[in-house]
């Protein structure tokens, strides 16, 4: 209970300092997750943000804080790459952080058409970069009770589960500015 205090302290004496430093403003925050992703002691954030322009995806900003300072830094900055919407109930982009000082980034289309699917991401902070170390998609057919697929991949080793069966590729550290979803689904034999 004290460190869920102490981040939500942190995370609003922060989102000023968020909306200054990548630019945007704070109501335009859809998701954020506090955690110490560089494992320095000190309470961390990752933002989603919608677009500035209409039709843009939306932004990825991540931000490490200063031990012994009370401010962020942009660590990573990604306008425009991550799929999702706030005006449709069931596509809104989500974060969450993991105990291990990793986060999930997950997007989803979970109300519009027949094929209705979620992908994570678990985002880990390795060599002074953000990677991509797990790959999670599930989908399903509403028409078709045999029509989905899921896959669990760990892509630091290539090895995970897919639809029930082991699979294994090449172990993979891909920077998450360099992450492709083709990458994992590759890997677990999805139909794109």
Known sequence: MKSFAAALLFSTTVLPVVAIAADFPAERI????????????????????????????????IYLAKPNESRLTVALSLPNTIWGSLTLF??????????????????????IGRDRWRQSLTIAYRNFDFIVA???????????????????????????????????????????????DDIGRSICGLDN
């Open 30 to 61: 859809i998701a954020m997750a506090s955690g110490d992703w560089n494992k320095d002691g000190t309470a961390d954030l990752a933002v989603i943000a919608t677009p500035e322009n209409d039709g843009d995806d939306n932004g990825l900003y």
């Open 90 to 111: 069931g596509q809104e982009p989500e974060l969450a952080a993991l105990a291990n000082g990793s986060f999930t980034l997950s997007t989803k289309n979970e109300t």
């Open 134 to 180: 797990g790959y999670t998609f599930n989908s399903y057919d509403t028409l078709n009770p045999d029509g989905g697929q899921e896959c669990d991949l760990n892509v630091l080793t290539g090895k995970g589960k897919s639809s029930g069966r082991p699979v294994a590729g090449q172990a993979q550290f891909v920077l998450l500015k360099d992450w492709k």
